[in-house]
């Protein structure tokens, strides 16, 4: 048997699966309002780009009991400077507290997510030439939000350094400008650019790995669940009795899949540019080429687990057991080099990791095919080895 | 036409096959018979290559079901017991895409399938969703289906299964018809002795993987009967247990069995069974009311080769939930 004569059986079965698919009115729909939910909960839930808080409650304790008889205390000057500097982000809602213990009660009760103690010896430290100290109190129940605030008070009080110190400096030599005051206090200034020109936000960089996750997902789900549901129906023994070669069958079904794989991969580009303003900078035949490459180096897998598994629900339930960790192992959501060695180790083994990296080179870096062989390689090994496993399993499965 | 030796098949420890072995001629009807479980499903799942045996050999028209499995399909048609169907296809599509599988011109294609669609009068329907068809119309579809390829041998899994009477016959004269005027050899599995008894021309009873008996439907009767035994139904308006035993005790009765309050089944031999028995009766005082000589049924046959009834598994198996996937409750057309 010609291999024309299997690809033209193997279009048939395909073409059968998308008719079938069309007909099914309410999984059309699901298609669609799937990828449009994964893409609205990650965008919306997760932190995007800049200032990452807004209206945290602090409390703020001034015990700060001056020096001498100066009017004006040096705790005063900080809490209204840091006033000032809030009133233009917003990022605190400010209140004021009686103690530390009191602090410490707010946070307790829940009604302030951190604390700004200023110590009664304040004033006299500044006074007689030493650093006045600061005393931040955090939530330690809740790690992420203590952290954020860390992070911002940080960068505040820093920001107040740097303003004192200018004014200091300025105050030593009343000759030197503001601009240079500030050249002597932070001698280094960072800038920061990008490889491609804007500001790419959180969806440009979860955009490609959920459309990689997908696609790949809709195979690997969709093939088994397919295969294993026309076993079950018996539709499958018409296909088995008419002389064509079982290779056709499979083809045909995958072709099936991932024709409906690559259906929802466009719709979260077109959600993705359309909706949340994601900007792609490769070509977008690469990116459908790059989702092709994908499915292939899956496709094996999802054939695999199609064998050993003998009805429908089991083999839902082993495709998710796989696709989970692959989820958050691959990249998709936080980036890799985030998670701690041994996960980074897993994360390597996983073709999702590398298709979904070489998606992101190409629609956020512009990336063309010379830059991405390492991906190109790992996935064509990996669809090659996985598919020279699958095939023979395959027959054995369908003549026991 | 078949020929199958020494057919095993195993599984895991269970044996569904034991060492089967028969042959089936060129145009002829042959049934299965047998409970669920006898074996009978394994056994046309192997020969329309749809599972490998664990030993011995069987061809179809010369090929080897193994080894040539591709020209054996050629050659076969199936009627599943599960119907081969897509439930999001009308039925053209699905006659359509079966025959697609098969090398067949499409313009023949085209023509085939109108002409089988005209002869299980489905012509209205061929732009339905089969999801909504009845059973009866989704039977004569699975069996229409199996016939796109024009198959010298069709294989028939419990073709009346969960179907009507009424269906239950067209089914069996569209196979008879199809038998006589295509010259189709047919096989078919069933557990129910109306099908064996009317459709087919030789009948294997299977139990537990082995045939015990094969011959036509009279043949297997005789097997019973042992030629000169009469079988009788006897009614008798004043029935009592002193007549019963006076009957059982009768040297020319083999058998008695109380059907209701007023008759008698039993089964007597030589010439002088009529006579014996109605003297008996009289002597008695029992007044008859009615006396019937009944020939003896395939179920007779079953139960004394097998020594148990056909009937005690084969109910379970009429799949209550056939539509399940289509979802409940269905909208029939008809």
Redesign the interface.
């Known amino acids: ?1 010609g291999a024309k ?1 299997l690809l033209s ?1 193997s279009f ?1 079965i395909a073409w ?1 699966d998308i ?2 698919l069309y ?2 009115k309410l999984g059309l729909v699901l298609l669609i309002v799937m990828p449009l939910f994964m893409m609205a909960m990650v965008g919306f839930i997760y932190p995007t780009g800049g200032s990452s808080a807004s209206n945290l409650p602090v409390a703020i304790v001034d015990s700060d009991a001056g020096y001498h008889n100066s009017t004006i205390t040096a705790g005063q000057t900080f809490t209204s400077v840091l006033q000032q500097i809030n009133s233009k982000t917003d990022m605190m809602k400010l209140t004021t507290a009686t103690s530390a213990a009191d602090i410490k009660n707010l946070i307790q009760r829940g009604d302030i997510e951190g604390g700004i103690l200023i110590p009664s010896n304040f004033s006299a430290s500044l006074a007689s030439g030493e650093q006045g100290t600061v005393v931040i109190i955090t939530d330690q129940s809740n790690p992420q939000v203590s952290t954020t605030i860390e992070t911002l008070l940080s960068s505040v009080f820093s920001e107040m350094s740097t303003m004192m110190a200018q004014h200091n400096v300025q105050a030593l030599s009343p000759t030197i400008t503001a601009n240079d005051s500030l050249a002597i206090v932070q001698p280094y200034k960072v800038q920061t650019q990008g490889v491609v020109p804007g500001a790419p936000n959180y969806f440009d960089f979860v955009a490609p790995g959920i459309m990689a996750m997908v696609v790949m997902m809709s195979v690997m789900t969709g093939l088994p669940a397919a295969i294993s549901q026309e076993k079950e ?3 499958m ?8 070669n079982r290779l056709s069958i499979i083809l045909g079904k995958t072709l099936g899949q991932t024709v409906r794989g690559l259906f929802q991969g466009l719709i979260i580009l077109v959600l993705a540019v359309g909706l949340f303003g994601v900007t792609i900078q490769g070509s977008i035949p690469l990116v459908f080429g790059l989702l092709l490459l994908g499915v292939f180096s899956f496709v094996g897998l999802g054939i695999v687990i199609t064998s050993f598994a003998k009805d429908q629900q089991t083999a839902t339930m082993l495709m998710m057991t796989l696709m989970f960790p692959m989820m958050f192992l691959s990249g998709i959501f936080f980036p890799i080099q985030q998670m701690p060695w041994y996960m980074q180790d897993i994360s390597k083994v996983l073709p999702l990791t590398y298709a979904s990296s070489a998606l992101r080179k190409v629609m956020v870096l512009g990336a063309g095919i010379p830059d991405i062989t390492t991906e190109l390689t790992i996935l064509i090994v990996f669809g090659v080895v996985m598919t020279a496993i699958a095939v023979p399993v395959f027959r054995r499965m369908m ?2 | 036409m078949i020929r199958v030796e020494n057919l095993t098949k195993k599984f895991g420890d269970f044996t569904a096959l034991d060492d089967v072995s028969f042959d089936v001629e060129k145009g002829e009807i042959f049934g299965l018979l047998g409970p669920n479980g006898a074996g009978k499903s394994t056994t046309l799942r192997i020969l ?5 045996p664990t030993k011995g050999t069987a061809s179809i028209g010369g090929y080897d079901i193994v080894k040539d499995d ?2 054996v ?2 050659l ?3 009627v ?7 439930d ?2 009308t039925a053209r ?1 699905n006659l359509w ?2 025959g ?4 067949i011109p499409s313009d023949v294609l085209t023509q085939r399938i109108d002409e089988l669609l005209e002869l299980v009068q489905l012509t209205k329907w061929k732009k339905v ?1 089969v999801g909504t068809f009845s059973t009866g119309m989704r039977q004569r579809m699975n069996v229409v ?1 199996a016939l796109l ?1 024009m198959p010298r041998v069709l294989f028939l899994d419990e073709p009346t299964l969960g179907l009507d009477p009424q269906s239950s016959v067209e089914i069996r004269e569209f196979v008879k018809k199809l038998n006589r005027e295509n010259g189709t050899t047919i096989i078919v599995t069933t557990h129910t002795m109306v099908d064996a008894d009317m459709l087919c021309d030789r009948i294997a009873i299977v139990d537990h993987g082995k045939v015990v008996a094969l011959d036509t439907s009279a043949n297997l009767k005789k097997l019973i009967s042992g030629g000169d035994s009469t079988i009788l139904k006897l009614g008798v308006a004043n029935l009592t247990a002193d007549l019963l035993e006076t009957l059982r005790t009768l040297e020319c009765v083999r058998s008695v069995s109380q059907e209701n309050s007023t008759h008698v089944r039993l089964i007597a031999r030589g010439d002088d069974a009529f006579d014996s028995v109605i003297d008996a009766v009289r002597s008695k005082g029992g007044k008859i009311a009615s006396i019937e000589n009944l020939q003896p049924t395939l179920e007779d046959v079953f139960l004394h080769l097998t020594g148990h009834e056909v009937r005690d598994s084969a109910d379970q198996k009429i799949p209550l939930e056939r539509h399940r ?1 289509f979802g409940a409750p269905q909208r029939r057309v008809r």
């Open positions: 048997m004569t059986h048939r059968k008719l079938e007909r099914n129906v018996g539709t023994d018409g296909m088995m009795v008419a002389p064509i003549t026991r | 329309s290559t749809l599972a490998r591709t020209e399909r050629k076969i048609g199936i599943s017991e599960k119907m081969i169907m897509y999001r296809l599509e895409f079966f697609s599988l098969f090398e969703l289906r390829n996937r």
